[in-house]
């Protein structure tokens, strides 16, 4: 956090109990510098990166409040399902809520049971022990029907902070897509509501368009993953999409396509993160939010890389965009529903689009194995691990399973497992 502003007045202003957060600020430097600043060869371009991460609750917390200041609103989503598009064209801005660490789990376990996944205590515990600026600067928060988990605790979290629930089906039959598309002009109408500002088939398209750019930037920055070796590591190309859910969307547009021009150049100049042979790893499962890089940092300290994300953090948030020739707003809701019902969370049943991504990305990126992270105590990924495995088996690609939470203490066991795991990936040295 930059030493020369005292944000300490605007943190107070937004209710957040300044001792508590004071602490959570104290542990994050070291591990972001453990991370990612002891990273060798890192391209040039993630000094943006860093210099958001430093002023995650600062200078953007500011331009938040700032935004307020001026009549626009802030609209917080835990989901990949929430329509950013639509936020955008109503003027608001939409913030990925703090939902990647442990805190306050033990007012979090008085009123949810101890196993829930971290993600859902997590994002209950930034609430309950107010100490994420970005859920007070929001003046509405958007939850929806995907996991039970979930579902039930929007009800809690409902009467700590406004809060908006979208009913998401969980299958993708015709009858379903109807009742999705009703959803988004419940959607439409609340936030109507909440801003002040009317939709219109001008403000939408911009609104689409703006969003569909940051995706391309972002598989823009992807695509360079495909070379060998690999010009950028795992650990911050994850940051890339994670950062993608905080901040301003033209100014991360233009900075995630200049990053991606300099992986291009490292890809033509054969510079890379990883020597040529260090086993590539296709990461899967539930998502990965900011301070949550245990795994990829563990298989990089093991001497891997990660190739790609099939994850919310990652393929499942920028593959796919919005048509962008529809010419009235229907068409163009329908474009937005179409697309977002698109998305493969394991919530869905079946869900064989995730199994077909999982196998096409592990070849497209040449993956040599494919390591299934499932949060403890999250029914629909650990379930659908089964599922990964077998047509991985089928594909003859290694899979290692790990089922994990936020806390640390099972880093050892993990760095055995996926040091084992690697070693069984590493390509026998070609004879002369
Ligand atoms: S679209 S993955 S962001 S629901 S890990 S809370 S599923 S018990 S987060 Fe998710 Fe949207 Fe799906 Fe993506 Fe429940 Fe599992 Fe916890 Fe989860």
Redesign the pocket.
Known sequence: MSDSVDYRPMWESLGLDLAAHDMLLAAIPQMYTDAFLTQKDRPEGMAYFDFVMSEIHGLRIKELVDHKAAGGKVIGT????VPEEIIRALGGVAVGLCAGAEWAYDEVEQILPRN?????KSFMGFKMGKVCPYVESADLVIG?T?????KKAYELFGEMAPVHVMELPQMKRPDDMKLWRAEIDRLVAKLEEVTGNKLTAENLAKGIQEVNDKRRALQHLNAARKASPAPISGKDALLAVQVAFYDDVPRFTQMVNKLADELEARVAAGTGVAPVGAPRVLVTG??MSIPNWKLPDIIEKAGGVVVTEE??TGS?YYEKLVAEDASSMDAMLDDIAEKYLD?N???FTPNPGRIDDVIRLAKEYNADGILHY??Q?????TIEAYSVDKAAQDAGIPVLRVDTDYSMEDVGQLQTRIEAFLEMLEKPAVSA
């Open positions: 835990f989901c990949l399902y829930t996944c971290a993600l859902i929806e995907t996991c039970d988990g979930k539930s998502p994850l919310c499942r998305i969370c394991a919530c499932a949060l105590f999250c029914g629909p990924y």
